[in-house]
């Protein structure tokens, strides 16, 4: 807080929209940010300068917060989408870009007034995905860090992570089957099952899912 009040003090900042100091004062952090695949919350990500797209969002987030600035998330599915099988589980891609407006989110995200885009390592291939709320980019953390405590093999920070995502968004589909994977994994097939049917009940996507 205390370096970015000091940022938007500067001259040439300090005369812009808050929207505008936002997109500023993520800017000039990219300049050295180093993309480790990594994920980071925001603190950790602007201490280290570093982490991945998941890192660079909660930073935005963040920083959007502290300036009351309005913010949309939407998923974007990057190529390749299949990252890695290990385990049997195969481990997929996408990742996260923010709309900062200077109102509140209305129906379409470009309704309502100006915004700016921050999208980090766009790719001509990618394809923009849907809206999600505040929980569900909130969820789409959880379920990260559980991803990774599952190939850790750590099963209960991976339940632990999916709970936390399962509480702010329980519709959110890929947490759903996360928590189906991980009940099949620790031996509790009925209650991999339960989750199964509930997420197909809920899911945008069957086949995804």
């Given at each position: 807080r205390t370096e970015l009040n000091d940022f938007i003090r500067r001259k040439e900042i300090e005369k812009l929209s808050?929207?505008?100091?936002?997109?500023?004062?993520?800017?000039?952090?990219?300049?050295?940010?180093?993309?480790?695949?990594?994920?980071y919350i925001a603190s950790e990500a602007?201490?280290?300068q570093s982490g991945n797209c998941m890192s660079l969002a909660l930073l935005t987030y963040a920083v959007a917060n502290i300036l009351n600035v309005e913010t949309t998330f939407q998923?974007?599915?990057?190529?390749?989408?299949?990252?890695?099988i290990k385990?049997?589980?195969?481990?997929?891609?996408?990742?996260?870009?923010v709309f900062l407006s200077d109102s509140a989110y209305k129906g379409h995200?470009?309704?309502?007034?100006?915004?700016?885009?921050?999208?980090?390592?766009?790719?001509?291939?990618?394809?923009a995905g849907a809206i999600v709320s505040?929980?569900?980019?909130?969820?789409?953390?959880?379920?990260?860090?559980?991803?990774d405590a599952l190939l850790e093999g750590d099963l209960s920070r991976?339940?632990?992570?999916?709970?936390?995502?399962?509480?702010?968004?329980?519709?959110?589909?890929?947490v759903i089957n996360m928590m189906a994977i991980l009940h099949r994994r620790a031996g509790d097939y009925d209650t991999s099952r339960d989750f199964y049917k509930y997420g197909l009940e809920i899911?945008?996507?069957?086949?995804?899912l």
């Open positions: 808050p929207r505008k100091q936002v997109f500023e004062f993520i800017s000039s952090k990219m300049q050295h940010f180093n993309y480790e695949g990594r994920n602007l201490r280290t998923v974007i599915h990057s190529s390749p989408l299949l990252t890695d385990d049997d589980l195969v481990v997929s891609s996408d990742h996260v870009r995200y470009l309704s309502g007034g100006n915004y700016t885009v921050i999208d980090y390592f766009p790719d001509v291939n990618d394809r505040e929980q569900e980019f909130l969820a789409m953390f959880y379920r990260n860090l559980a991803a991976s339940f632990a992570m999916l709970e936390r995502g399962v509480l702010l968004a329980p519709k959110y589909s890929p899911a945008d996507s069957q086949v995804v």
